[in-house]
């Protein structure tokens, strides 16, 4: 809704003050940076991949933003780096290399306001404590909504929101929700008390 993919029918949604159904769909999204569980990744170099972020970056700020958030390591070590091209959905690289690349596509992009949705959903924990630390870096200095069930994603977050049913249940840091012991505390411990 954020993005006005779907138009709320009651209600308003407001950006930096602005209710979004005054604002011009492409400047919304263009303010909007996205990146979800499963990426896509066309046929084109690893360059051309990363430069549909935003059409008119540089080479020199597409490899600054992928050294940012940590995927200029594994991009070097491909057959031509950054030259590198890529059948389809990336389908020679593993899951939590194709999450990097989406991950700096929006590095490219730069945007004031990100959405991590369920952006470490599909790939291994070990995996991604590497990813972790490049969305790490993608939400420094912007407003970040991060939709997770793997809590470890949001516990650096300044406000987490649990939500129940479509209904806001519990809203804090993670300490204090922790402290609170209610439905954040059960899912992050796994403490279930039995009903």
């Not at 979004?20 to 303010?31: A, E, M, Q, T, V």
């Not at 590095?107 to 790490?136: C, F, H, W, Y």
Request: proline residues 2%.
């Amino acid at each position: 809704m954020i993005n006005r993919f779907y138009d709320i029918e009651d209600g308003k949604i407001r950006y930096d003050g602005i209710n979004i159904n005054k604002i011009k769909k492409n400047d919304l999204r263009h303010s909007l940076g996205i990146v979800l569980q499963d990426t896509n990744l066309f046929t084109g170099t690893v360059m051309d991949n990363l430069r549909f972020g935003r059409l008119d970056a540089t080479d020199a700020e597409i490899i600054d933003a992928a050294t940012k958030v940590g995927a200029d390591g594994f991009i070097m070590l491909l057959p031509q780096g950054y030259q590198t091209v890529l059948s389809g959905d990336g389908s020679g690289l593993s899951q939590g290399q194709r999450q990097l690349l989406s991950i700096a596509r929006a590095a490219v992009a730069n945007p004031p306001v990100m959405i991590l949705d369920e952006a470490t959903a599909s790939i291994d924990t070990r995996t991604e404590a590497i990813v972790q630390k490049g969305m790490d870096k993608l939400m420094e200095g912007r407003t970040v909504f991060v939709i997770a069930h793997r809590l470890s994603t949001v516990r650096n977050s300044n406000a987490i929101i649990v939500l129940d049913q479509g209904q806001i249940i519990e809203r804090g840091t993670h300490e204090s929700l922790i402290a609170e012991k209610g439905k954040y505390y059960q899912l992050y411990t796994g403490a279930f008390e039995l009903e």
